[in-house]
């Protein structure tokens, strides 16, 4: 009888141990939380007008998913039901800095991931590390091609289409709307993204409009240098009429301003891929007419764009700021909605909160919805980010009181990108084999 | 012949804003023995406050004849507050100290009022265009020039004959003088070196303002801005001769000059063009080519 009665109890107190383990185990594994570095330009040059509106759509986005109010289809709370807690860092210092704050985040922060990075030069440098130290990271804004290129990467996503796009689209507006223009010249910062940018619009020039002719003395000035007026006087003497360039922050505003005074916009027509934050800053003085790009359907070509998703974000941003949302803001808030939609799809197929590499196997090739129109990762090995990107006429809205664009045009990533898994030189070197442009 | 007259035209307007900052440096150097890594402040200062100023005098709606008295007078405030404080409370407690030291306490001056700014100031760019915007353009050669860039050639024109007379044909110039050759003689003879120093310095932080100041409408003011002329002037003063006014004239116009021919000709090289000078002088004449004579003391 004792014996018996000893045999159910340590049974009973055995089964009690395993079902409790189980539970410690999948509370041990469950998170209320999730740590997500965010790292953007907060000083420097190019904090006012690049990193501190990435910054705040970034927060924008993460408060409303951790309080579950954004709009379908993000309408759950939390990222696979933690709240994020994002940790701002700063991006100015250059690459060897921003390696060692990559990482202290991993090593010692203990971050679940790491999201954001607008310099080409940084993204090269951390992407390598972000393998090395198997953490999902996720790139918003940086825009050289080499990232991928160059090597498939396995912990490494990019939500933002990269440059060849922009400087594709760039040129099939050119030769959309200046079929008669064959000359064309640029000045571009002189670090990758600025050569890149260069390269591959004349790339693309030279495919689209065959008897067109690029400068041999394309401007390459230093980055943030500030002062144009001799670029300025070695362009207007250039015979090209159409000058691309890629110039992003202070200088794309010290650009125009010092080529404004000059009406080196009545004798040019100057192609800006990115230089949107000058068009909000200088306002009404913005001239109008100038060939615009804000990398994607976002920005100041996203402004009357009806899509739910959008005017949220720019009814609660201009709430929130006091200001308009900018091209960064979009792309960095698009990071999130990506982080968002990989850990959801992830916690659903694990059935419990997923680990790293479950959301890194749920991000790979996903289509998300985005503020207006799905993105696709679907380059890079599943990794790298297609969509669309457009281009605009400056034409400041007099009614409304705000800048705008007319004469806008999309050319969707078929028409921009090449197919997986082939360089982009070499597609537009070969002609653009199977490229789709309406 | 239009090519040649762009090409004078940019090196002049890009020497001039050049020749303005590192006359201040020039200056500092000659007479206080100091190589004022923190000059880049009393720049990017200037500019800021002449920033401040001119959308203070626009949003206000008051007349756009007071932008220049508004620019010349942050470069002034400017100079004279920071000029001040850094001379009086920095470097009087280091003049005895090693070259490097020296160097080492500026440069730290300078990152504090970096951050300073954007603590100031915030971090978005102010773009106090007004200035530039008001005079327009004129065709010079076929090219149109910005009216007020030109103004710039005519203040550093003004500038340098200022401190022509200010040095050759005044008493305070004459006491410069003594100083910048001989600090101890002039001491033995019952100059206020001191004195000297703090007018020296803040003289030198006035120019260094106005030329922030004076080049602020045609950029966007913000933080960082400074860093690359900073560089650039140590390059002029190196290739002049430090402590020298003429050194630094002749410096800017070459690099001015240069610069500007290789922008037009071979944008590839401006980047190095203006270094590449400066290790050739450094090699041929390492004094710079203006160096005042140094007397051999026995």
């Known amino acids: ?438 | 012949m239009q090519f040649w007259a762009t090409v004078l035209l940019d090196g002049l307007t890009y020497a001039s804003y050049l020749f303005i900052v590192s006359l201040g440096l020039t200056i500092i150097f000659g007479v206080m023995k100091i190589l004022n890594v923190a000059h880049g402040s009393f720049y990017a200062w200037g500019a800021y406050t002449a920033a401040f100023a001119i959308g203070f005098i626009t949003d206000n709606d008051l007349s756009e004849a007071l932008f220049l008295p508004a620019i010349l007078i942050s470069a002034i405030l400017v100079g004279v507050v920071l000029g001040y404080i850094i001379e009086r409370f920095i470097l009087r407690k280091m003049y005895n100290q090693d070259i490097h030291l020296i160097v080492l306490a500026t440069f730290g001056v300078f990152l504090i009022f970096e951050d300073l700014i954007i603590i100031t100031f915030g971090v978005d760019p102010y773009l106090p265009y007004q200035p530039a915007m008001m005079l327009g353009w004129i065709d010079i050669v076929g090219l149109n020039r910005g009216v007020y860039q030109l103004t710039l050639i005519l203040l550093a024109s003004i500038v340098a004959f200022v401190c022509w007379y200010g040095l050759t044909k005044t008493k305070w110039g004459k006491l410069l003088q003594s100083v910048i050759y001989d600090r101890e003689i002039s001491v033995a003879m019952g100059i206020d070196v001191t004195k000297v120093y703090v007018v020296t310095f803040i003289g030198g932080a006035i120019l260094g303002a106005l030329g922030g100041a004076y080049v602020a409408p045609t950029t966007s003011v913000s933080p960082g801005f400074a860093i690359d002329l900073v560089v650039l002037s140590f390059a002029v003063v190196v290739i002049g001769g430090m402590g020298s006014i003429p050194g630094a004239l002749i410096g800017s116009l070459i690099v001015g000059i240069l610069r500007a021919f290789a922008v037009h000709q071979a944008p590839i090289l401006e980047l190095f063009v203006v270094f590449a000078v400066m290790a050739i002088v450094l090699i041929i004449r390492p004094e710079g080519l203006f160096a005042p004579p140094k007397p051999r003391k026995i």
């Open chain 1, 1 to 438: 009888m004792k014996k018996k009665i000893f045999n159910k109890t340590a049974k009973l107190a055995s089964a009690s141990m395993i079902v409790a383990s189980c539970l410690l185990a999948g509370s041990a594994l469950a998170k209320d939380t999730v740590k997500v570095g965010v790292v953007s330009f907060l000083t420097g040059p190019a904090a006012g007008v690049f990193g501190v509106p990435a910054k705040q759509g970034a927060q924008i986005v993460i408060d409303a998913i951790n309080n579950g109010t954004m709009p379908a289809p993000y309408n759950t709370q939390g990222f696979a039901g933690a709240k994020m807690n994002p940790v701002f860092s700063d991006e100015s210092g250059g690459g060897t800095k921003q390696v060692g704050l990559f990482r202290d985040f991993v090593e010692k922060q203990k971050v679940d991931a790491m999201i954001g990075y607008i310099s080409s030069g940084n993204c090269m440098a951390i992407g390598p590390i972000a393998d090395e130290l198997k953490m999902l990271t996720i790139f918003s804004t940086c825009g050289t091609p080499r990232l991928y290129e160059e090597k498939l990467r396995s912990h490494v996503f990019r939500t933002q289409a990269n440059a060849v796009g922009d400087s594709l689209a760039a040129a099939r507006y050119i030769v959309d709307m200046y079929p008669n223009e064959k000359n064309y010249t640029g000045i571009n910062q002189n670090y990758a993204w600025g050569q890149d940018s260069y390269k591959f619009f004349e790339l693309g020039m030279k495919q689209m409009s065959p008897d067109s002719k690029g400068s041999d003395k394309p401007q390459f000035p230093k980055l943030f240098v500030g002062q144009y007026g001799t670029e300025i006087s070695a362009l207007s003497l250039d015979k090209a009429k159409v000058v691309h360039s890629s110039f992003w922050n202070g200088d794309i505003e010290a650009f125009t301003l010092q080529a404004m005074v000059r009406g080196f916009f009545q004798k040019k027509i100057f192609v800006s891929s990115v230089g949107g934050s000058a068009v909000d800053a200088l306002d009404k003085k913005f001239p109008d007419g100038i060939v615009m790009g804000t990398r994607g359907n976002v920005g100041l070509l996203a402004r009357d764009n009806k899509d739910p998703l959008n005017m949220w974000f720019i009814s609660e941003y201009k709430k929130r700021f006091n200001a308009l949302p900018l091209g960064p803001s979009y792309q960095y808030a698009r990071s999130i909605l990506a982080y968002k939609f990989a850990m959801d799809k992830a916690m659903k197929k694990a059935g419990k909160f997923p680990t790293q590499d479950q959301v890194i196997a749920a991000m790979k090739n996903i289509k998300f919805k985005s503020f207006t129109e799905t993105i696709s990762m679907a380059r890079g090995g599943g990794h790298q980010a297609v969509h669309s990107v457009g281009y605009g006429l400056t034409k400041y809205n007099k009614k409304g009181k705000t800048p705008g664009a007319e004469k806008v045009k999309m050319y969707g990533p078929e028409c921009i990108y090449p197919p997986a898994g082939t360089k982009s030189e070499d597609w537009i070197n070969a002609g653009m084999p199977g490229a789709k442009c309406k």
